[in-house]
């Protein structure tokens, strides 16, 4: 049996779509619908069914997959295993947001770089565009704020993230208990530090916090949450942080958070491989050594 059919048949199967698979394996549709069709008709069975969006695996699809998936990923790690002797190096390349990349993700990650391990790293502001880069194969492991759906990405919870209002302390002096009395009433007369127009973080507060939506405007936009830390420092105005990047902060006196939530609002990391890609090393030690570092995050 040939096995770049059986390849094409199991990008097919993880990705659940030929158009996906044919985006991965760097084919045209036909293409990858055609050596389907010749893979079928050599077993004399049915792979997939067709249907509306995307296709679902017969049951002798999934008995082949399951059969012959570990098999491909052994070969392909048998070749990526043997380049990576030739250049010196096993390299994994990482995708995320660029602040929690570069302060958690890295230095965490940097004691591998002495067991032979090259880093190479991508920053991405939105989870959409992080797991496309991942799921076309332009990364090896992707930290992401969303949890993927279907079969082709597999995702595992890292750590949560808490988010704090903060302000520079003259902001705090002249707003006083105002904030505890009557909440988002008062906060809505201050300017507002954020990395978008949209208000991203400041929104999913507001609806958190105060079961509403900010009628605020932004009045400095920078496009990374270290810029809007330093900025918020300054005195811009009122910016929603994740604690880990304005702890030090706040532990200086340089900013002051505004509020202290019974039920602070989270959001949560995920690692996301590709399917079956876990059983390549460098991803998996790179996998194993972020969950085991963010236990103390």
């Known amino acids: ?35 389907i069709r010749t893979l079928e008709r050599q077993l004399g069975r049915p792979l997939f069914l ?44 990482l995708a995320g947001p660029p602040e929690f990349t570069s302060l958690r993700a890295l230095p965490a990650l940097a004691p591998l770089t002495a067991q032979g391990l090259a880093l190479r790293t991508s920053f991405f502001g939105n989870a959409e565009e992080t797991l496309e880069g991942l799921a076309a194969g332009h990364h090896d492991l992707a930290i992401a704020t969303a949890r993927p759906r279907g079969g082709l990405l597999t995702a595992t919870p890292l750590c949560d993230e808490e988010h704090v209002l903060v302000a520079a302390p003259r902001w705090a002096a002249r707003l006083g208990h105002n904030v505890l009395r009557e909440g988002h009433v008062v906060l809505e007369h201050l300017p507002v ?13 507001w609806a958190a916090v105060f079961d509403t939506r900010p009628a605020a405007a932004a009045t400095v936009i920078a496009p990374d949450l270290r810029a809007v830390l330093e900025c918020t420092a300054a005195g811009a105005g009122l910016a929603v942080l994740p604690r880990y990047l304005c702890e030090a902060a706040l532990e200086r006196g340089e900013v002051v958070a505004l509020l202290d939530p ?7 990391y995920f690692l996301v491989v590709r399917a079956g890609t876990l059983s390549l090393p460098p991803v998996a030690r790179a996998h194993e050594w972020l969950l085991r570092a963010a236990v103390d995050w």
């Open 262 to 268: 019974p039920v602070p609002p989270l959001r949560t």
């Open 193 to 205: 530090v954020e990395v978008h127009e949209s208000l991203p973080f400041v929104s999913r507060y």
């Open 50 to 93: 067709r249907q509306a969006r995307g296709v679902t695996p017969t049951t002798i699809g999934d008995e082949l997959a399951h059969r012959a998936a570990p098999h491909l990923d052994a070969l392909i790690e048998i070749a990526e295993t043997g380049l990576d002797e030739e250049s010196g190096a096993r390299t994994l390349h």
């Open 1 to 35: 049996m040939d096995l770049a059919l059986l390849r094409t048949f199991v990008t097919v199967h993880r990705a659940g779509s030929f158009t996906r698979a044919a985006a991965l394996l760097g084919l045209s549709q036909p293409a990858v619908t055609g050596q």
